[in-house]
């Protein structure tokens, strides 16, 4: 079992950039695929970005593709979101969630793990 603590949300203008990260504690962090998922007031939960447990796949929604690049560190049981370029639209409560598929995976079926969330606004 793996526990999940986001932290680094905030307000920021538009155009600017935030990052946000989540601490992992429990047993072996990474052999965790790691997501990302946002929700907005209002819409359902989706899918941003995930890493492979080997940092070789990464996978973003084409919402943020571009945007954001997600990162881990196995040493540090930690996962980054680098949110770059940020619009309105990118407002939301952000998620980290860990999966024990080989593979990134858009569905929030395969996340089994999941952060309380931390609120990000971008004021237009």
């Known amino acids: 079992q793996v526990q999940l603590r986001e932290s680094g949300g905030g307000l920021v203008q538009a155009g600017g950039s935030l990052s946000v990260s989540c601490a992992a504690s429990g047993r072996s962090f990474s052999s965790y695929t790691m997501g990302w998922f946002r929700q907005a007031p209002g819409k359902e939960r989706e899918f941003a970005a995930g890493i492979s447990w080997t940092t070789d796949n990464t996978y973003y929604a084409d919402s943020v593709k571009g945007r954001f690049t997600i990162s881990r560190d196995n040493a540090k049981n930690t996962v980054y979101l680098q949110m770059n370029s940020l619009k309105p639209e990118d407002t939301a409560i952000y998620y980290c969630?860990?999966?024990?598929?080989?593979?990134?995976?858009?569905?929030?079926?395969?996340?089994?793990?999941w952060g309380q969330g931390t609120q990000v606004t971008v004021s237009s």
């Open positions: 969630a860990a999966s024990t598929t080989s593979l990134p995976m858009r569905a929030i079926r395969f996340y089994a793990y």
